[in-house]
């Protein structure tokens, strides 16, 4: 492998590194401080992964202050459908991102 081999592979690992840390980040602070709300499943995306389970929930929820916000479930259960009730948690600096309670 050549120079630039390397440093194409570094820096893709440089980079799932980062965004490993930030999700774990968000999901830490989410279960520290997030605040519990209560939303609906608004729709299911079907990513293509090869083995068949790769999707993406999508939840609908109003945060404290009102706002309608529509974000991504981190933690989805696999028996969850489109238009199924949910309760949450959610933080006020990450509000596009939820997790199950």
Excluded: Q
């Amino acid at each position: 492998m050549d120079t630039s081999g390397i440093i194409w592979w570094a820096g893709l690992i440089a980079v799932s590194a980062v965004i490993c840390f930030v999700s774990k980040r968000i999901k830490r602070e989410i279960d520290e401080n997030g605040i519990e709300t209560e939303g609906v499943i608004s729709h299911i995306v079907d990513e293509g992964g090869t083995d068949g389970i790769d999707y993406t929930y999508y939840v609908r929820y109003r945060t404290e202050d009102g706002e309608e916000i529509e974000g991504i479930l981190l933690n989805p259960d696999s028996g969850l459908e489109e238009g199924g009730r949910v309760r949450l948690r959610y933080h006020p600096k990450h509000r596009e991102n939820a997790k199950l309670i």
